[in-house]
């Protein structure tokens, strides 16, 4: 099994910044890659970002890139979301997830970030 905690939402002006924190445990050994995933009011969760438990190789939405940043602190096991110039559209739930294959299977229990204008 593999343990999520997610901290670091908050709320935050429009052209703000916030930075999310995943600390994970357990068997974080077998995890291929880890990722963070959202979800508005009243829509369906979406993918953010995503890095390899390597850390070399990233993933962004369209949306996000350019602004968002995802990276790995290899001693502490912790993978982070550096957001900058936040938008109003990018208030949500914020969610990290771990997968060993195919899916997301491990989630954490999320964090709310607020853009305020």
């Known amino acids: 099994q593999v343990q999520l905690v997610e901290s670091g939402g908050g709320l935050v002006q429009a052209g703000g910044s916030l930075r999310l924190s995943c600390a994970a445990s357990?068997?974080?050994?077998?995890?291929?890659?880890m990722g963070w995933f959202r979800q508005a009011p009243g829509k369906e969760r979406e993918f953010v970002a995503a890095i390899e438990w390597s850390g070399i190789t990233t993933y962004y939405a369209d949306s996000v890139k350019g602004r968002f940043t995802i990276s790995r602190d290899n001693a502490q096991t912790t993978v982070y979301l550096q957001m900058n110039s936040l938008k109003l559209e990018d208030t949500a739930a914020y969610y990290c997830?771990?997968?060993?294959?195919?899916?997301?299977?491990?989630w954490g229990q999320g964090t709310r970030v607020t853009v305020s204008s």
């Open positions: 997830a771990a997968r060993r294959q195919l899916i997301y299977e491990y």
């Open positions: 357990g068997r974080t050994f077998s995890i291929y890659q």
